[in-house]
C-alpha cells in the first residue's frame, strides 16, 4: 500500500511543495495558545503506553468514539488501557475525512515514527506495541517538543495559580520557553451564586484583597494580573460564551448587583449581561496598560447535554457551535476600548465558520499605526480546525484584511503531540499560496510568497506576542 502521510501529503503543485520546504517546514513553532499541563512540562512527562498520551482528556477522540457507538466504559471508564486503545482502532476506520484521521496519522509518523501503517484493527496490535515500545524508551514531554521544534509554548492559566510549575521549568533553562496566559473565566461565572462566592474566597487568598465589592474584584484581579506580568505573562485569554456590553450600566449599579450576587441572589439575565460587561472592560484594560495581547474565544455552547455533564463534569466532549448575534456587542466593547485609548492587540477566535466575515470586516474598523496587524481574526479554531474550518477563516482573512499579517495557528490542546497540528496548517497554506501561484492569481514569485508563509508561520507571532529578545 502507498504511504499515507508521505512528504507531499496535502501539497498538490510544485510550488506548494516548494512553499513548504524552504518556507513553512524550517521555522520554529510560537504556540500562543494551549491547554498543556504546566507539571507535565516541567517535570519532563513520561507516558507508559499510547493511550495515556492520545486518549487521556482527548475530548476529540472522545465525541469520534461515542458517535461510534462505543461504550463509555471504553472512553472515560474503567476499561484498560490496552482496550481503550483498541476501540479507538475500531474507530479510526469510520473517521475517514474527519481531521482526527489526518492529525493521529500525523502524530504517529512524527513523533512515534510509525508512517508505514494506517491505524485500524488490523494493525492495532501492532502500533500499540510499536508506539509503546517508543515511549518506554525514553520519549518524554521535551523530546516531543525538542522533535517538533517548538520555541514557545503557552498555557492557560487561572488567576489564582501560583505558576510555581511555570517557575521549574524556566530553572530548567530548555529551549522551549513556558509562559502563562491569564484565564479570568471562572471571575464572570455569575450563574451559579453558591461556585461563585467559594471562587471569590480563593481569589481574596490569593490576591490578599478582601473581594466585598465589584471595585475590589477588580482590585484583586489587579493583583494577581501583575503577579502574572511579573512571571513573563505576555497574554490574556477569555472563553467568552457572548461579548456582553451595556453602555447604560454604570459602577453604581455594577457595585449593587454584585453585592446582591455576593449575598447570594441569582442575577437576570439582564444582571448578568450588565455584570459581565463592565467586568471584560475593566480586565481589558489591564492587559492594555501591562502590553499584553488580549485572547476571545467566542461563541461556543458548553455542556449542552445535562445527564453526561453531571456524570463526567465540563471538558469531557458536551460543547458545541453557538450562534448568537453578537456583532453589535463586540463593535460597541471595542468602541468603548477604542474611545478609552485602551484598546490593544486582540485576536478574535469565533467558534462559528459563519462569523468570519463579520469579524474580519469589524476589526478591520480598529487597526491603527500601534501594530501592523494589531486586530487579528484567530485561526480555526475548535470544530474549525480542520481542512474546511481552516480555508474559510483564512479566505475571510484574505479578503477583508492582509493575510501576510496573520499570526498563525495554535494547538488548543492539552496533548503534547498535537503539535502536529501545526504541520498540518502549514500544510494546507502552502498549498492555498501555492495553488494560486500555479493559476496565476499570485506571481510566481518563490522569494515574495515565501517570505509571506514564513511570517504566517513563526515571524508574525513571535513579533505580535513580543517573544523576540525576551528575558
Excluded at 490578599?208 to 501583575?226: N, P, Y
Excluded at 456524570?311 to 448575534?325: R, Y
Excluded at 492587540?345 to 476589526?363: G, Q, S, Y
Excluded at 485561526?379 to 477563516?393: P, T
Amino acid at each position: 500500500m502507498r504511504k499515507f502521510i508521505e512528504d507531499d501529503f496535502m501539497l498538490s503543485c510544485d510550488a506548494a511543495r516548494g512553499l513548504y520546504r524552504d518556507y513553512a517546514a524550517p521555522q520554529p513553532i510560537v504556540d500562543f495558545h494551549s491547554h498543556l499541563s504546566p507539571e507535565e512540562f516541567a517535570l519532563d512527562r513520561r507516558w507508559e503506553n499510547i493511550t495515556q498520551v492520545w486518549l487521556y482528556g482527548d475530548h476529540y477522540k472522545w465525541r469520534a468514539m461515542r458517535g461510534n457507538g462505543v461504550p463509555e466504559e471504553f472512553i472515560t471508564g474503567g476499561a484498560s488501557d490496552k482496550e481503550k486503545f483498541l476501540k479507538f482502532a475500531e474507530t479510526m476506520p469510520r473517521l475517514l475525512r474527519n481531521p482526527l484521521y489526518h492529525w493521529c496519522h500525523l502524530e504517529l509518523a512524527r513523533f512515534l515514527g510509525i508512517d508505514d501503517a494506517v491505524l485500524s484493527p488490523k494493525t492495532a496490535e501492532e502500533i500499540w506495541e510499536r508506539a509503546n515500545e517508543k515511549l518506554q524508551g525514553g520519549f518524554s514531554a521535551h523530546a516531543c517538543l525538542e522533535a517538533a521544534n517548538v520555541e514557545v509554548a503557552c498555557t492557560t492559566d487561572d488567576p489564582i495559580d501560583d505558576l510555581h510549575w511555570h517557575k521549574k521549568t524556566a530553572e530548567n533553562k530548555m529551549k522551549t520557553r513556558l509562559f502563562p496566559a491569564f484565564r479570568p473565566d471562572k471571575a464572570f461565572a455569575f450563574g451559579d451564586a453558591v461556585k461563585f462566592a467559594e471562587y471569590m474566597d480563593l481569589l481574596s487568598k490569593a490576591s490578599g484583597v478582601k473581594i466585598d465589592s465589584f471595585a475590589s474584584l477588580v482590585d484583586a484581579l489587579q493583583k494577581r494580573h501583575d503577579f502574572f506580568d511579573s512571571m513573563g505573562c505576555r497574554s490574556s485569554d477569555y472563553g467568552v460564551d457572548f461579548p456582553h456590553y451595556d453602555a447604560s450600566f454604570s459602577d453604581a449599579k455594577a457595585e449593587a448587583v454584585f453585592k446582591d450576587l455576593l449575598g447570594g441572589k441569582s442575577l437576570d439575565g439582564v444582571q448578568e449581561c450588565a455584570l459581565k460587561s463592565a467586568l471584560l472592560i475593566e480586565c481589558a484594560k489591564m492587559d492594555f496598560e501591562s502590553g499584553w495581547v488580549r485572547q476571545m474565544h467566542i461563541g461556543p455552547m458548553r455542556n449542552v447535554n445535562t445527564a453526561m455533564f453531571k456524570k463526567l463534569g465540563t471538558d469531557s466532549g458536551f460543547d458545541c457551535m453557538g450562534e448568537a448575534n453578537y456583532a453589535r456587542s463586540l463593535a460597541c466593547h471595542f468602541d468603548a476600548l477604542n474611545s478609552m485609548g485602551k484598546l490593544g492587540r486582540t485576536i478574535v477566535f469565533n467558534i462559528n465558520p459563519k462569523d468570519n466575515d463579520m469579524i474580519a470586516a469589524l476589526i478591520g474598523s480598529f487597526q491603527d499605526d500601534s501594530c501592523r496587524g494589531k486586530m487579528q481574526l484567530g485561526s480555526g479554531w475548535w470544530f474549525a480546525d480542520q481542512i474546511d474550518g481552516m480555508k474559510k477563516q483564512m479566505e475571510a482573512f484574505s479578503a477583508m484584511s492582509l493575510l501576510p499579517n496573520f499570526v498563525g495557528m495554535l494547538t488548543d490542546s492539552r496533548s503534547f503531540l498535537s503539535f502536529a497540528r501545526h504541520e498540518y496548517f502549514r500544510r494546507l497554506l502552502c498549498d492555498i499560496m501555492g495553488r494560486d501561484m500555479e493559476s496565476g492569481l499570485l506571481p510566481y514569485d518563490m522569494e515574495l510568497v515565501g517570505n509571506a508563509v514564513a511570517d504566517i508561520c513563526y515571524f508574525n507571532a513571535k513579533n505580535y506576542f513580543r517573544f523576540g529578545g525576551m528575558q
